[in-house]
């Protein structure tokens, strides 16, 4: 199979052609290295090792393992999480030069499989932004357009999928971080069940809402890093779109949406109907305010616990005030600057947020899947399509100005802050010819049935449109 063919390969095509030998993992990473060189405008690595690739995938080769488990798969790993190989940088100046004595529990468990470390994937600095755009690792690109913005914040894992550059990846999803690259780039990205996971050896944000999370071409391919880096998880039993109940709450997660995301909406609301899908429109009462009182006071007071814990347990000789002179994204740096002086999240705020307002959230959810015997919740991941690269603090919506970071998580924060699992499948392209995602959300440890039912609606959406350059 010519190298050209092979770097299009989905992860379970890829294994197909491994195990019945069509190709080895040596000539299927050459073919990757190759697509990587080609695409590098796209800015989507932090750093790479293509020798160090190749020597592992002849291990696979030698091994005759190939096509088994994840035998001969390279992945790009986000650069906040700790794989010993790379440098876990987190996309920051201060970390650049960090590699961690052994990888990341979930890093661990797909090298285990068998899966080798592809890249590491450049991301919004610290994982505190949407854009991606990075003051000290450059603009990831968006390969759609690369003039627009993949996503974030694990916004390089995004583009190198999309760009074919790997076939699949492993983000961070703190607020938005793994679903809306995915929903910004026309690919699948869940992020489970917080716990479902192990967290440790990742540069955190929150412990109680950080979670790694697959960035794939297909809910197989999602399923299948789902179930290595969960240690367990079942192939839940096939889901029938007849019966099947899926709330749709237009009073908060529907509104003010970009005409290209409203009209594709409309038609995913409608493809689901005509497949015998029964859609429930109900609202959340009072979601928006709930989510409001949870969202910062967590992640900016577990930010300061949480980053310094990292840095201690890593053997890493830095200060806060070092990981602050590091940093070069505007944005980045007057956030953090901000959390070490006197705006800092007081901890009456935190407290407060976790032993009312996150409760009351989680009841908020827990109530509406049952009041109204949902299986999912489905909505718009994010309320705009892609933006150009710049556009850091503000984006058009209708007409208006409006900060960019709480515009683009509007839809997604509530169920990270709730803890909840939640995927972003593609489903179709706007008018410009960018990507659009419609997301599923589930109740808390649905996550096996919650992938089986996107697995059913992928299907329906049947997307299959791909970046001009693939």
Same mark, same amino acid.
């Given at each position: 199979?010519?190298?050209?063919?092979?770097?299009?390969?989905?992860?379970?095509?890829?294994?197909?052609?491994?195990?019945?030998?069509?190709?080895?993992?040596?000539?299927?990473?050459?073919?990757?290295?190759?697509?990587?060189?080609?695409?590098?405008?796209?800015?989507?690595?932090?750093?790479?090792?293509?020798?160090?690739?190749?020597?592992?995938?002849?291990?696979?080769?030698?091994?005759?393992?190939?096509?088994?488990?994840?035998?001969?798969?390279?992945?790009?790993?986000?650069?906040?999480?700790?794989?010993?190989?790379?440098?876990?940088?987190?996309?920051?100046?201060?970390?650049?030069?960090?590699?961690?004595?052994?990888?990341?529990?979930?890093?661990?468990?797909?090298?285990?499989?068998?899966?080798?470390?592809?890249?590491?994937?450049?991301?919004?600095?610290?994982?505190?932004?949407?854009?991606?755009?990075?003051?000290?690792?450059?603009?990831?690109?968006?390969?759609?357009?690369?003039?627009?913005?993949?996503?974030?914040?694990?916004?390089?894992?995004?583009?190198?999928?999309?760009?074919?550059?790997?076939?699949?990846?492993?983000?961070?999803?703190?607020?938005?971080?793994?679903?809306?690259?995915?929903?910004?780039?026309?690919?699948?990205?869940?992020?489970?069940?917080?716990?479902?996971?192990?967290?440790?050896?990742?540069?955190?944000?929150?412990?109680?809402?950080?979670?790694?999370?697959?960035?794939?071409?297909?809910?197989?391919?999602?399923?299948?890093?789902?179930?290595?880096?969960?240690?367990?998880?079942?192939?839940?039993?096939?889901?029938?779109?007849?019966?099947?109940?899926?709330?749709?709450?237009?009073?908060?997660?529907?509104?003010?949406?970009?005409?290209?995301?409203?009209?594709?909406?409309?038609?995913?609301?409608?493809?689901?109907?005509?497949?015998?899908?029964?859609?429930?429109?109900?609202?959340?009462?009072?979601?928006?305010?709930?989510?409001?009182?949870?969202?910062?006071?967590?992640?900016?007071?577990?930010?300061?616990?949480? /980053? =310094?814990?990292? !840095?201690?347990?890593? $053997? &890493?000789? *830095?200060? %806060?005030?070092?990981?602050?002179?590091?940093?070069?994204?505007?944005?980045?740096?007057?956030?953090?600057?901000?959390?070490?002086?006197?705006?800092?999240?007081?901890?009456?705020?935190?407290?407060?947020?976790?032993?009312?307002?996150?409760?009351?959230?989680?009841?908020?959810?827990?109530?509406?899947?049952?009041?109204?015997?949902?299986?999912?919740?489905?909505?718009?991941?994010?309320?705009?399509?892609?933006?150009?690269?710049?556009?850091?603090?503000?984006?058009?919506?209708?007409?208006?100005?409006?900060?960019?970071?709480?515009?683009?998580?509007?839809?997604?924060?509530?169920?990270?802050?709730?803890?909840?699992?939640?995927?972003? /499948? =593609?489903?179709? !392209?706007?008018?410009? $010819? &960018?990507? *659009?995602? %419609?997301?599923?959300?589930?109740?808390?440890?649905?996550?096996?049935?919650?992938?089986?039912?996107?697995?059913?609606?992928?299907?329906?959406?049947?997307?299959?449109?791909?970046?001009?350059?693939?």
């Amino acid at each position: 199979m010519p190298h050209q063919e092979l770097f299009d390969l989905t992860i379970t095509q890829a294994l197909d052609g491994l195990a019945a030998r069509r190709f080895s993992a040596r000539e299927y990473a050459r073919a990757l290295i190759a697509r990587c060189e080609d695409q590098a405008s796209l800015n989507a690595l932090v750093s790479s090792d293509w020798g160090k690739l190749l020597d592992a995938a002849d291990v696979v080769d030698t091994s005759g393992k190939a096509g088994e488990g994840l035998g001969g798969i390279p992945l790009c790993l986000k650069d906040n999480i700790n794989t010993g190989i790379l440098p876990t940088g987190a996309a920051t100046g201060a970390l650049a030069d960090h590699v961690a004595a052994a990888p990341a529990p979930v890093a661990k468990a797909l090298f285990d499989a068998g899966a080798l470390l592809g890249g590491t994937g450049n991301m919004h600095e610290l994982a505190f932004g949407i854009t991606s755009n990075n003051g000290v690792t450059g603009a990831a690109r968006n390969p759609w357009n690369p003039a627009m913005i993949p996503g974030g914040s694990s916004g390089g894992v995004a583009a190198a999928v999309a760009g074919r550059m790997f076939p699949g990846g492993v983000g961070t999803d703190t607020g938005a971080s793994v679903r809306l690259p995915a929903s910004l780039c026309g690919l699948v990205g869940f992020r489970p069940t917080v716990g479902r996971y192990s967290g440790d050896g990742i540069v955190p944000i929150s412990h109680t809402r950080d979670t790694a999370g697959p960035i794939t071409r297909s809910v197989a391919d999602t399923r299948l890093l789902d179930r290595v880096m969960a240690g367990s998880g079942t192939e839940a039993t096939p889901i029938f779109l007849a019966g099947l109940r899926l709330g749709v709450p237009l009073g908060y997660f529907y509104d003010n949406l970009d005409p290209a995301v409203a009209a594709n909406a409309d038609a995913s609301l409608k493809a689901l109907t005509d497949a015998g899908v029964t859609l429930v429109e109900a609202d959340i009462a009072d979601i928006g305010e709930i989510n409001a009182a949870v969202s910062f006071p967590v992640a900016l007071y577990e930010f300061m616990q949480d /980053l =310094p814990r990292y !840095l201690r347990d890593n $053997g &890493l000789d *830095l200060t %806060m005030q070092d990981i602050l002179d590091g940093i070069g994204s505007p944005d980045v740096k007057g956030l953090f600057a901000s959390q070490m002086g006197p705006e800092a999240m007081p901890e009456a705020a935190y407290r407060k947020a976790m032993d009312e307002d996150r409760p009351r959230l989680q009841a908020a959810y827990a109530g509406y899947f049952e009041t109204h015997k949902i299986d999912a919740i489905i909505f718009p991941t994010a309320p705009l399509p892609a933006r150009p690269i710049g556009d850091d603090e503000t984006v058009e919506l209708n007409g208006e100005r409006l900060p960019t970071f709480p515009t683009f998580i509007r839809n997604t924060d509530p169920a990270s802050n709730a803890g909840i699992p939640g995927i972003s /499948l =593609p489903s179709g !392209l706007g008018p410009d $010819g &960018l990507p *659009l995602g %419609m997301e599923l959300d589930g109740p808390v440890l649905s996550d096996d049935r919650l992938l089986a039912i996107a697995a059913a609606i992928e299907a329906v959406f049947a997307f299959d449109a791909r970046p001009a350059s693939a």
